[in-house]
């Protein structure tokens, strides 16, 4: 008898600023993430290119570090995939964008997790709690990027600009 598969899980943000600003935006990695989204990790970007990026994320929690690598392929102008292997459960995700009006855009991202025997004792979270936990730090990262759009409407620079 195989294995079971992994649950797949989708959530949908959207955002309100246009699809290229919104791909530019969320496709420009750097240390300053974990604050956008409220995060406690702290981020390295080891690579930057137009099709790639390799990020390392790093949190202390009280049993021990939790270490991860991703590994990001860009599409432009309106997708990209993510692999994230580390000592944590590894994610595979995909990110796809499509226009809803002319300063909306909605992102889909689906992806599952290769749960493994629990880790360090700890159980594997449930399908809703993931989902859950993962519209929380995208609505952070919305707010955040709708905030710098505004900006740039203004003629300022945005707070995340590099």
């Known amino acids: 008898m195989g ?15 246009p699809l290229p600003y919104v791909y530019r ?26 099709k790639r990026a390799v990020l390392e994320d790093l949190t202390e929690t009280k049993k021990g570090w939790e270490w991860y690598r991703s590994v990001v392929t860009l599409h432009p102008p309106n997708r990209w995939h993510a692999e994230l292997r580390g000592n944590v459960p590894d994610w595979s995700l995909d990110y796809r964008l499509t226009p809803l009006e002319p300063d909306r855009t909605l992102l889909t991202i689906r992806w599952h997790i290769r749960q493994r025997p629990r880790v360090r004792g700890q159980p594997n979270p449930s399908k809703a709690a993931t989902e859950r936990m993962m519209r929380r730090l995208w609505k952070n990262f ?13 003629g300022r620079a945005p707070s995340r600009a590099r």
Request: no cysteine; glycine share 4%.
């Open 3 to 17: 294995s079971w598969p992994p649950p797949n899980y989708e959530i949908r943000p959207i955002f309100g600023a």
């Open 25 to 50: 935006w969320l496709t420009d990695y750097s240390s300053q993430d974990p604050a956008l989204e409220k995060g406690k990790y702290q981020r390295r970007v080891i690579e930057r290119s137009r």
């Open 142 to 154: 919305a707010r955040a990027l709708e905030r710098d759009y505004r900006q740039t409407l203004r």
